[in-house]
């Protein structure tokens, strides 16, 4: 069983930054990958990054690379999502997920999620 409790979400201006964070527990953290996704409202679900266990590889959907960062502190058992220029669009309830492998793959999802963090911007 993994815990996932992400932090940092908030109400911020177009422009601005945040920065997400996902803190694990219940199995070895650096043996798997994790990765962040986002729910708009009247969306679906959408993947956003991935990273695995050691960090040297990391996933991203489209362009969200050119304002967001990931990185993971295994000794901390703790995962981030840096967030700069943020934009109106990027308003949703952003999810930690943890997969039951070190590697991501697009063909294995998610095993564990958090609750969500609101991420809200306003323009």
């Known amino acids: 069983q993994v815990q996932l409790v992400e932090s940092g979400g908030g109400l911020v201006q177009a422009g601005g930054s945040l920065r997400l964070s996902c803190r694990a527990s219940g199995r070895t953290f650096s043996g798997y990958a994790m990765g962040w996704f986002r729910q708009a409202p009247g969306k679906e679900r959408e993947f956003v990054v991935a990273i695995s266990g050691n960090g040297r590889s990391i996933n991203w959907a489209n362009s969200m690379q050119d304002r967001f960062t990931i990185a993971r502190d295994n000794a901390k058992n703790t995962v981030h999502l840096q967030m700069n220029s943020l934009k109106p669009e990027d308003t949703a309830l952003y999810y930690c997920?943890?997969?039951?492998?070190?590697?991501?793959?697009?063909?294995?999802?998610?095993?564990?999620w958090g609750q969500g963090t609101q991420v809200t911007v306003s323009s």
């Open positions: 997920a943890a997969y039951p492998t070190n590697e991501f793959s697009p063909k294995v999802g998610p095993d564990y």
